[in-house]
C-alpha cells in the first residue's frame, strides 16, 4: 500500500512536468548554464523491445551518480502523455548541477522529487514546469517513446563495443 500511495504521488507530481508551447527552437544557451553542451561522460544504450538506441550521459555530478546504477532495467510510465516517458531510480542521486525548465528533443533530465528520469521525445512545449537536470541524451530516433510504455535498458556502452560498429 505504501509503495502504491508514493507512485500514485509521484505520478501526480510527474503530471506537472510540462507546460504547453513551442520548444523545438531552444538554444543551447538556454538549456545549458554556460552556453554550451556539456562535455560527454560516456555512451549509453537505451534499449527497448524494439531495439536499441544510443545516447549519451553528459559529464556532470548528477550523470556520473547516474551512471553508477547503470545497467538499469526499469519500466516506463507516462508523466506527460504526447511529450514524456519516465522511469523510477531505485534511490535519490545527488542534483547539485544547475537546473533548468528547459529541454531539448531526446532529454533524459533528472527530477529529485521522483526520483525519476524523464525521456523527452517530442520538441513542442515551451518548458517543463519543474526544474529538471540534463543528465544526458538519446541521440537516436525518439518517436517510438510516443507509442511505446513498456520497460527500458540503460546501460554503458563498452570500448570494444565501440570498435565493433
Not at 553542451?37 to 556520473?64: C, F, H, K, W
Not at 545527488?94 to 531539448?104: L, R
Request: aromatic share 10%; glycine share 6%; with cysteine.
Amino acid at each position: 500500500m505504501k509503495k502504491k500511495l508514493a507512485c500514485i504521488l509521484c505520478t501526480a507530481l510527474l503530471t506537472f512536468l510540462c507546460a504547453c508551447g513551442g520548444g523545438s527552437e531552444t538554444p543551447y544557451h538556454d538549456y545549458f548554464p554556460n552556453g554550451e553542451p556539456p562535455e560527454v561522460l560516456m555512451e549509453i544504450t537505451v534499449t527497448t523491445s524494439q531495439g536499441p538506441l544510443a545516447g549519451v550521459l553528459y559529464d556532470n555530478d548528477t550523470a556520473r551518480a547516474f551512471a553508477e546504477m547503470l545497467p538499469l532495467t526499469v519500466d516506463l510510465w507516462d508523466p506527460a502523455p504526447g511529450f514524456a516517458k519516465a522511469f523510477d531510480l531505485p534511490e535519490r542521486i545527488p542534483d547539485t548541477d544547475p537546473h533548468t525548465k528547459q529541454y531539448e528533443l531526446g532529454s533524459l533530465a533528472y527530477w529529485y522529487d521522483g526520483p525519476s528520469v524523464a525521456i523527452i521525445f517530442q520538441d513542442e512545449r515551451e518548458e517543463t514546469i519543474v526544474p529538471v537536470v540534463p543528465i544526458g541524451k538519446i541521440t537516436d530516433d525518439v518517436s517510438l517513446f510516443a507509442d511505446y510504455l513498456e520497460w527500458v535498458r540503460v546501460e554503458a556502452v563498452q570500448p570494444e563495443e565501440k570498435t565493433e560498429k
